[in-house]
């Protein structure tokens, strides 16, 4: 593997054949990409034999007629599907590679595996993710920096949890808990913050904004993994959902929930959450009300198939499944009926294998969607749920797009995807530049 280190403005990788190119920054260079279609990230129709002039990190000039700029670095594209970076708007950077005890590895190791993890995410076309959970700001500032590779990271920080949620995996010998006790090892490392009654919840939100945070996560409902709550159930008050909210919202920000079930997601719509993670088990009359208050979801496309989440078998946490992906045909035909905005995740941890099916799980949504409709989910739609940050979004600007005056978060693929969606689950093939 040949490293060469260039002068730009932003960090870009790009990947040809054999070698790569890593591209560091400091002066607004030029790179000019000549002879390639456009996916713009939100039509169907390609811009056929365009020139693309990218200056700094930004989009200059797109055009189909011949491009001067003297000076820039020319790519021939032969031909190729020119499109924006791939999105995964649930992705959790430190513990998608993880498969020891996070806790039991320690800060350091957590990191590095975290570390190693985001390159190769980015090296898989990812160019972005938004990280609903876990210590990871300071992996995100060394990123930005330019340390280390990865994508760009929104973060969430600690994954705010009332006592018995979906995120308290103390065992009942740890309660009754005394608030003057030393915090668990999971609030220690940042993964967790556990917060009962408004002042508490409002405290560990405040938290989160303070490191950084580009909007918050509640545990709104059940979970899977989590030992004491059973999937159905609705947590945390309106009342309480209502005090993150308003303190995400002085921010200029918003408030997320883990939420599958109808009655979960309602009660946190009423408590004024605007964007909800999973929602597999969404009924029609909370699609309804999803759509009448612009609610936001980001689903994953969860199966008993090859890429189920490794439960031991026979535990309470398999049967949660069972039941969860028992809903997620009905959501997405609901998300289509009532045109919601939803996004795309894979929600993978502890497993490095199904990591690096990160596209082969996108390409899985050409079940319900176009291949150029898929496409659009990972790039463009997934951006308006990022930008519901606001003010807290750490990248303003465009991006999910091929547009002049976007960031130049882009891909160059061998073929055309918008044909063959499985191009995707192949990016060490089939990517030719990840910039």
Request: hydrophobic share 40%; no cysteine.
């Amino acid at each position: 593997m040949k490293i060469l280190k260039m002068k730009l403005l932003a960090i870009a990788i790009a990947i040809f054949g054999w070698f790569s190119v890593a591209i560091a920054q400091d002066n607004p260079a030029q790179t000019l990409i000549n002879n390639v279609n456009i996916f713009d990230g939100e039509n169907e129709k390609l811009i056929e034999n365009a020139n693309v002039l990218i200056e700094g990190n930004l989009i200059k000039t797109i055009s189909t007629s011949p491009i001067k700029a003297k000076g820039a670095t020319v790519i021939d594209g032969g031909g190729r599907t020119l499109m924006p970076g791939l999105t995964d708007a649930h992705w959790h950077s430190m513990a998608a590679y993880m498969t020891l005890d996070p806790f039991a590895a320690g800060a350091g190791k957590l990191n590095l595996i975290a570390a190693a993890g985001m390159e190769k995410t980015l090296m898989r076309s990812f160019t972005t993710v938004r990280d609903p959970g876990g210590p990871v700001f300071d992996l995100k500032e060394v990123i930005d920096q330019g340390m280390f590779v990865g994508p760009r990271i929104y973060a969430a920080g600690s994954m705010i949890s009332q006592t018995g949620g979906h995120a308290d995996f103390r065992s009942t010998v740890d309660i009754p808990r005394s608030y003057s006790r030393d915090l668990t090892p999971s609030e220690r490392m940042g993964t967790v913050a556990i917060a009962d009654g408004r002042a508490q919840v409002m405290q560990r939100v405040r938290e989160n904004l303070m490191q950084g945070a580009a909007f918050i996560k509640l545990m709104g409902g059940g979970g899977v993994a989590s030992p004491s709550d059973p999937l159905d159930v609705s947590q945390y008050t309106i009342d309480e959902i209502a005090a993150a909210v308003e303190v995400a919202e002085n921010w200029g920000t918003y408030v997320t929930v883990h939420s599958y079930s109808a009655k979960a997601i309602q009660n946190a719509i009423r408590g004024g959450v605007r964007n909800v993670e999973h929602g597999q088990l969404i009924d029609e009359e909370t699609a309804k009300l999803m759509k009448e208050t612009n609610t936001s979801v980001v689903m994953q496309p969860f199966y008993n198939d090859e890429d189920a989440i490794p439960l031991p078998p026979g535990s309470f946490a398999e049967e949660k499944y069972m039941v969860l992906i028992s809903g997620t045909d009905n959501a997405y035909e609901l998300a289509k009926k009532y045109d919601l905005l939803f996004g795309f995740g894979t929600d993978t941890q502890g497993n490095p294998a199904l990591a690096e099916r990160q596209g082969a799980q996108l390409a899985k949504l050409a079940r319900y969607f176009e291949p150029w409709e898929v496409l659009k989910v990972a790039t463009s739609q997934n951006y308006k749920i990022m930008k519901r940050s606001g003010p807290r979004d750490p990248y303003p600007g465009e991006n999910g797009v091929v547009k002049e005056g976007a960031l130049a978060d882009l891909l160059l693929v061998d073929g055309n995807p918008l044909k063959d969606i499985n191009l995707i689950a192949d990016p060490h093939k089939n990517f030719v530049i990840i910039m």
